[in-house]
């Protein structure tokens, strides 16, 4: 390849590069399947929402409900299959503060607790079969 060459294919990288958006920076949970409640599932498997206000699903890159997505933005700590995270949460189209979550697993499946200003806790969510 010639230096001019090498040069605009280096600065055609970059370019694409610096436009690339914050979520490429977020980080995995090291799942393999998808863990969620029925309609959560349904989802997971098909690509297809049933429109139902219950609807959980984990992912190795974000949590779904009905109302709301929160992304993996962090993972603070690791132990086993639990995980320490922080996650950014849309809702109605509002973007939230990095929040922070644990993500435990139990026979039952996960359970995700915020642990920030006003706890909550979703789950436990089985693995999608």
Do not use: H
């Not at 349904?42 to 009905?66: C, I, M, N, Q, R």
Request: hydrophobic fraction near 40%; include cysteine; aromatic fraction near 8%.
């Amino acid at each position: 390849m010639a230096p001019t060459s090498r040069f605009v294919a280096t600065v055609i990288a970059l370019v694409a590069m610096s436009g690339i958006p914050d979520a490429a920076m977020a980080e995995r949970l090291p799942l393999t399947a998808a863990f969620g409640n029925k309609d959560g599932c349904v989802y997971a498997l098909t690509g297809e929402s049933s429109g139902s206000d219950d609807f959980f699903l984990l992912t190795a890159d974000a949590v779904t409900t009905a109302t709301s997505y929160c992304e993996i933005g962090k993972i603070l700590k690791t132990e086993g299959q639990n995980f320490q995270v922080e996650m950014t949460c849309e809702s109605e189209g509002e973007t939230g503060e990095p929040a922070r979550a644990e993500i435990t697993r139990s026979e039952l499946g996960y359970s995700i607790a915020f642990t920030d200003d006003q706890p909550m806790t979703w789950g436990p969510l089985p693995e999608c079969k």
